[in-house]
């Protein structure tokens, strides 16, 4: 079910598809297929599945420290510690030393999301029966109180690549930023609170036109400042959010927004962001040094339930800038269709 002050939930999950390709193989084919009432149930079918696959790989390991009473060295001695053990009549060393070991951050956080999820009255049973399966194999993992999770300490390598979905799920669940409402729909929240929904929306978007047209070499790019010297100190950086580079030379910088509003008010009178058309605007003037008129800008919000959402495009000094809106609650070939119109209405006769 769907309405217009919403997102349907089928499409928060081909948003992560799209943005974490882990989920393109074919064992989440059933997932796709399902229609889910609620974001947790669906956050739960994909943690269960995923974890599961995991497990027939082995949870990941990595060295932790340890400190214990030994029989024989390990490690590195503790001298107090052994002095202390002496004194007692203990004949055992003090040491500390490195182990390999499942009880680390990244599974700490899986197991403490799965138990979330399990508290949760709307996840289904047998996505629960999954979770208690999972849950087993985590007996040596530490619950961690989600408050004390250190986020910034993740850090991902060649090992770990396939928790990488995994821990976005689970930071998305923990953060709880997607508010259920009515069935099958999720509540557009403000941004200062949706900052893990904005990303989603641009990686989605980013990888989509990745997946689709390689042509257009799809990235972000940094933009240098059009200078008439080399003097760059104290001027910050310009990176894109994703930049499409047909082979003809023609350019679309394009700049995913993700608001609970997309207007601003000023004396009772509405308008675009001004920041974001200030933003954009700059981007495209810098990137267009030989002022060519082929690059152009556009500022792609999603669709919120504001009665007054105008989508308009402005020719600004040769450039063509845009302002558009993409309706994240229609079927999902509807939303492929909007991403697809931007391609043929930008880049038309070199794709």
Not at 313 to 322: D, L, P, T, Y
Request: net charge negative; with cysteine; charged share 25%.
């Amino acid at each position: 079910m769907t309405n217009d002050k919403g997102i349907l939930i089928k499409n928060i999950y081909y948003m992560l598809t799209y943005a974490f390709q882990i989920l393109r193989q074919s064992n989440y084919d059933y997932i796709a297929a399902e229609d889910f009432e609620n974001i947790h149930d669906m956050f739960a079918a994909i943690l269960g599945k995923g974890v599961a696959q995991q497990l027939k790989h082995g949870l990941y390991r990595e060295y932790v420290n340890n400190s214990d009473n030994l029989t024989t060295l390990r490690g590195k001695l503790d001298v107090h510690g052994t002095i202390k053990n002496k004194l007692q009549h203990k004949q055992k060393l003090f040491c500390d030393y490195d182990e390999l070991s499942e009880n680390n951050l990244l599974n700490q956080v899986i197991k403490t999301t799965m138990t979330l999820l399990l508290k949760q009255k709307n996840v289904k049973a047998e996505n629960k029966i999954v979770l208690k399966k999972d849950l087993l194999f985590f007996d040596g993992v530490d619950y961690i109180e989600p408050v004390m999770i250190k986020w910034d300490r993740i850090r991902y390598q060649r090992n770990n690549q396939s928790y990488r979905m995994l821990l976005n799920v689970c930071r998305l669940v923990i953060d709880g930023l997607l508010l259920s409402t009515e069935e099958g729909t999720i509540k557009m929240a403000t941004f200062l609170d949706d900052q893990r929904m904005s990303h989603l929306y641009e990686k989605f978007i980013l990888e989509y036109y990745r997946y689709h047209h390689p042509e257009l070499k799809a990235n972000p790019d940094q933009v240098e400042w059009n200078l008439d010297d080399d003097n760059d100190m104290w001027l910050p950086n310009m990176v894109t959010d994703i930049t499409l580079k047909s082979r003809d030379g023609r350019v679309l910088i394009l700049d995913a927004k993700y608001y609970g509003k997309q207007m601003q008010s000023n004396f009772d009178a509405q308008t675009y962001r001004n920041a974001n058309l200030y933003q954009i605007y700059t981007y495209v003037k810098n990137w267009d040094k030989e002022q060519t008129g082929n690059v152009s800008g556009l500022l792609l919000y999603a669709k919120t339930d504001e009665e007054f959402q105008p989508t308009n495009q402005f020719s600004m000094g040769g450039n063509k800038i845009a302002v558009g809106a993409l309706d994240l609650n229609l079927p999902f070939a509807e939303i492929a269709g909007q991403l697809e119109k931007i391609v043929n209405d930008y880049f038309a006769e070199a794709v």
